[in-house]
T-cell receptor, first 116, second 113 residues
Framework: DGGITQSPKYLFRKEGQNVTLSCEQN?????MYWYRQDPGQGLRLIYY???????QKGDIAEGYSVSREKKESFPLTVTSAQKNPTAFYLC???????????????FGDGTRLSIL | GENVEQHPSTLSVQEGDSAVIKCTYS??????FPWYKQELGKGPQLIID?????GEKKDQRIAVTLNKTAKHFSLHITETQPEDSAVYFC????????????FGTGTSLTVIP
């Protein structure tokens, strides 16, 4: 079955530590996205990538970094600069990007990050 | 900046009744509006979507209406069932800078048996 796999499901971060969240998709989608979900605030875009080796900042990119070395993979690193990392992180993908051919996003089942 | 407002934040209905969730968006250039259902500990799942060239779309017990002039769209669930209980999110696609989706803040729907 095609889909998006996020791992781990739960992650704990110590002070001053960087942690990386994995997102893999086998849907052959071009575009991939990272969202942060906090209670009562909906989904906020962290980073997105429309093509391999290219990515753009979303609305809340500070304290996060990404890479897109392969089409199927879009890992997110939560750096020590992110002072409030506790949240539910969702990865999504779409077949193609922008213009008049926008497509619905497919989501993974998320990673819940907490501070120790 | 772009914005999507969603109301109500919580909604309780009796089984068999209808539920309506409303969203408004800020950019008249928005042309695509998906609705997602999110169950506890899971990612959002697309349940229905509508594009700006139509005013209404229906899929069994679920329907979405779009009023482009007023810049609002609504989700209608009829004959609600306990398994409809979840958090529902609306979203709007904003073409142009970034070609991004913006999401509402979610509605927690509880269907009381």
């Amino acid at each position: 079955d095609g889909g998006i796999t996020q791992s781990p499901k739960y992650l704990f971060r110590k002070e001053g530590q960087n942690v990386t969240l994995s997102c893999e998709q086998n849907l052959n989608h071009d575009a991939m996205y990272w969202y942060r979900q906090d209670p009562g605030q909906g989904l906020r875009l962290i980073y997105y990538s429309q093509i391999v080796n290219d990515f753009q900042k979303g609305d809340i990119a500070e304290g996060y970094s990404v890479s897109r070395e392969k089409k199927e993979s879009f890992p997110l690193t939560v750096t020590s600069a992110q002072k409030n990392p506790t949240a539910f992180y969702l990865c999504a993908s779409t077949p193609q990007t922008g213009g008049s051919s926008n497509q619905p996003q497919h989501f993974g089942d998320g990673t819940r990050l907490s501070i120790l | 900046g772009e914005n999507v407002e969603q109301h109500p934040s919580t909604l309780s209905v009796q089984e068999g009744d209808s539920a309506v969730i409303k969203c408004t968006y800020s950019d008249s250039a928005s042309n695509y509006f998906p609705w997602y259902k999110q169950e506890l500990g899971k990612g959002p799942q697309l349940i229905i979507d509508i594009r700006s060239n139509v005013g209404e779309k229906k899929d069994q017990r679920i329907a979405v209406t779009l009023n482009k002039t007023a810049k609002h769209f609504s989700l209608h669930i009829t004959e609600t069932q306990p398994e409809d209980s979840a958090v529902y999110f609306c979203a709007a696609f904003f073409p142009g800078t970034g070609n991004q989706f913006y999401f509402g803040t979610g509605t927690s729907l509880t269907v009381i048996p």
